[in-house]
């Protein structure tokens, strides 16, 4: 009895200790680092063009994110705390398969060289004027059973059940897992991404639950490593209408612009004369595309690649986001006076879905 008020007292001046180590340990947890070269004003000019040219029809004029499909922000704080270099720099260049976002860079097909994608990045980097945050790259250990049902409670909604993304990028993407380091989808989580839907989940779960929940979507990453594309030659004009000698076909279009992929099958079927736009980026042209169809990626220049296609003649447009850079190139040909124009309606992941067949491209032997 007589002991206790000694054992508060220590108690009490145990918790005095403890507490301040604590909160400094939080807010001591990332160190920064200094930020990465600064661009001259020509590499600023030239990287702001290529973004409007090519981001910005889903990642938004202002990478306000969220424009087309689900791209997400490219101007987060906690993006570009914790992503730059690789977490940027990588989808870029490569892309992230089974998704709207194809690769940049002129060895997968890309219309980006490497210095322009490193000055993409930086750019990327200074517009959003933050520091950047030094990352551990160790694992975040954690339970993984304990992690799927905190997922399953806090994420799904719009991560989907099996982190394929509903409104929101796919936590289960092979491509982004192999990059993405545990502290980086840590940092996400912890602090969210600022002006979007994803909130911080700091103050909402606890910290072992976040460590959980980080190592659940960790158990996902299955060692995915770049393919190497042999880049396939691309078709000259005079192969751009398929079954040249063939009937027009004769499509309903839905709100006078949409085909649908059973519509379009037949008349692929039925050899009908057709030229078919594929509007993504050249680079995932290269890996899977309809058969006949001709790369004539949303940031084309019309004058350029216009030419050999005549005004008589069907145009079916397709991307994969599912039709906002299809859309894009037909509002422009249809100015040009191109009347016979339509989008796929269900894109091109949508057509495979579906069981409609692709070419696919070659694939070299995976690379180190
Ligand atoms: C209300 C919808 C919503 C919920 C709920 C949600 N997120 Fe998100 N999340 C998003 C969106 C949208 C983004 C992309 C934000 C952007 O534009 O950068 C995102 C981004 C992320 C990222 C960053 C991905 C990357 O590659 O940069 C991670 C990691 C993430 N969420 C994990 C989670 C986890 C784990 C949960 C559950 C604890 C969760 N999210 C709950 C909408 C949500
Ligand atoms: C056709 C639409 C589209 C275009 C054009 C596009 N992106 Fe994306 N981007 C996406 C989508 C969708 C995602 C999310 C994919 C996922 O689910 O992981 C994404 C993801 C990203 C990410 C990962 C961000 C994160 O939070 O992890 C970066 C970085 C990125 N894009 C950069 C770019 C850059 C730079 C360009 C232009 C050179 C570009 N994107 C062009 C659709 C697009």
Not at 161 to 188: K, M
Not at 202 to 219: E, G, Y
Not at 252 to 269: F, G, I, P, R
Not at 303 to 310: F, W
């Amino acid at each position: 009895m007589n002991n206790k008020p000694w054992l508060i007292t220590i108690f009490m001046g145990l918790l005095l200790l403890v507490i301040p180590t604590l909160v400094i340990a939080q807010q001591s947890a990332y160190e920064t680092l200094p930020p990465p070269r600064k661009l001259t004003a020509e590499q600023s000019k030239v990287a702001a063009g290529n973004y409007q040219k090519y981001c910005a029809l889903c990642h938004g004029e202002d990478r306000q994110g969220h424009a087309n499909d689900h791209a997400p922000s490219l101007r987060s704080k906690s993006l570009f705390e914790s992503g730059v270099p690789h977490a940027i720099l990588r989808p870029m260049s490569y892309g992230r398969e089974g998704t709207a976002m194809g690769g940049y860079l002129d060895e997968v097909g890309g219309p980006m060289t490497l210095d322009e994608t490193w000055d993409l990045t930086y750019w990327l980097f200074e517009q959003s004027g933050v520091t950047r945050l030094k990352l551990s790259t160790n694992p975040v250990l954690g339970d993984i059973k304990r992690g799927e049902s905190v997922y399953l409670d806090n994420c799904t909604t719009c991560h989907g059940v099996n982190g394929e993304g509903i409104t929101a990028p796919a936590l289960g993407n092979q491509s982004a897992l192999a990059h993405n380091t545990d502290e980086f989808i840590r940092h996400a989580i912890r602090y969210g991404r600022q002006d979007t839907p994803m909130q911080a989940f700091i103050d909402k779960l606890s910290a072992s639950d976040i460590d959980n929940v980080t190592a659940f979507l960790r158990s996902k990453a299955s060692g995915w490593k770049a393919q190497k594309t042999v880049l396939k030659e691309l078709p000259t004009p005079d192969k751009y209408v398929i079954n040249p000698q063939g009937q027009d076909p004769s499509f309903s279009l839905s709100d006078n612009m949409y085909v649908s992929s059973k519509d379009l099958n037949e008349a692929l079927n039925a050899n009908k004369r057709m030229v078919l736009l594929d509007t993504r980026v050249t680079s995932v042209w290269q890996t899977a595309h309809i058969a006949g169809s001709i790369p004539f990626p949303y940031y084309a220049d019309l004058d350029e690649t216009v030419a050999g296609i005549p005004k008589d003649v069907q145009i079916v447009a397709y991307c994969s986001c599912p039709r906002a850079a299809a859309d894009h190139t037909i509002n422009k040909l249809r100015r040009r006076g191109y009347t016979r124009t339509a989008v796929l309606w269900e894109g091109i992941f949508g057509w495979m879905n579906l069981g409609y067949p692709v070419m696919r491209g070659e694939i070299a032997g995976v690379s180190d």
